[in-house]
């Protein structure tokens, strides 16, 4: 008895060891790269230069008029390797505390974020109604190390 069951191990062994060997070989092939995050620090922002604020423009359906304003501050990635295309999140409320970008956490992107401290800009428009001081909260970065395939 102890015969069959060693063999019906070995058996169910070589069975397992085929299994695995096959989902191996059919999984795509390439590196899985993780979401490397960045931190966002030491924010503020300014006026566009007349050249960039010229015709500015609410985002979506209505062209309302718009102040033009670029978001500055500095970056932190510790991953090691360059990231590109990070995308920016966070939140902008003007004086009242009214969101500025209704429905939107997503602000736009930097192409490249090397290792260490680093500054990135972002230009946004804020619909001419809405009140200054801004208030920036949340904000942060995510990208992957390399291109992403699209």
Known sequence: MQIKLSFGLKRLAAWGAIALLTLVLWLPAGTAQALTQIRLFDLNYRECPPELAEGAVTPGGAALAANCFIVYGK????????????????????????????????????????????????????????????????????????????
């Open 75 to 150: 970056t932190e990635n510790t991953s090691g390797r360059p990231v590109l295309n990070a995308d920016i999140f966070g939140r902008i409320l003007d004086a009242n505390d009214n969101p500025v970008m209704q429905n939107r956490t997503r602000l736009g992107s930097i192409e490249e974020v090397q290792p260490g401290i680093g500054e990135f800009e972002l230009r946004i428009s804020v619909s001419e109604n809405q009140a200054t001081p801004l208030k920036l909260e949340q904000f942060k970065a995510s990208g992957f190390a390399g291109k992403v395939r699209r």
